[in-house]
């Protein structure tokens, strides 16, 4: 319970928006299949960090690399805005890419628990993994909740799943990729942390 509080606690942190906008505005994109391509997300999100504090995931994220990361978001936000068109597996897949993509992306907020889970994931990788996901979990938790609104309460269902709504979340992706593509991507990450951390 203390891992995923910290993680509702790490909303109100700079850094969190790393993962958080991007999930919200794939959310939006998505619409009806938002449920899907958050619940891919969000998982993908904390395996990609927790594989990256256990030395499973050591590949660099500036470069050369910024070019097909940039082109797979731009995918992802594509696969996101016609996801109503595909199967419900189809916006899982989405999720799980784009999630992948902002777990990479991310700097750790260091909270107590987070600094745990960090510093034992490779020597408790089966302990450490499903901490990860309920953190992540908690520092996602308003767009889970967006997610699951509609189904929740059905009059809410025409306004989030709008149009405007879901070209909102389209653009946003389309800003994403650029920033990265631009290289400022990184620039923009370490300024949250910095802000975070101070």
Request: one cysteine or more; glycine letters at 8%; hydrophobic letters at 55%.
């Amino acid at each position: 319970m203390a891992t995923f509080l910290e993680g509702v606690e790490a909303i109100t942190m700079a850094c969190t928006l790393v993962i958080g906008l991007p999930t919200l505005a794939l959310a939006l994109a998505a619409r009806q299949r938002a449920t899907w391509v958050v619940a891919g997300s969000v998982t993908a999100t904390a395996v990609l960090m927790w594989a990256k504090a256990a030395n499973y995931w050591s590949v660099p994220d500036d470069g050369w690399v910024v070019v097909p990361i940039a082109v797979v978001i731009a995918a992802m936000f594509i696969g996101a805005w016609r996801a109503d068109e595909l199967p419900p597996a189809a916006g899982l897949g989405v999720g799980v890419i784009a999630g992948a993509i902002a777990g990479w992306l991310w700097r750790p907020c260091v909270g107590e628990q987070l600094a745990k889970i960090l510093n034992d994931a490779e020597s408790e990788p089966f302990t450490t993994a499903p901490l990860m996901i309920v953190y992540t979990a908690g520092a996602l938790l308003p767009v889970i909740v967006l997610a699951a609104l509609p189904h929740a309460w059905p009059t809410i269902r025409a306004i989030v799943t709008h149009r405007r709504v879901a070209v909102a979340g389209t653009a946003f992706g389309g800003l994403y990729a650029l920033t990265v593509l631009s290289g400022q991507y990184n620039d923009l990450v370490g300024e949250l942390h910095r802000i975070s951390a101070s």
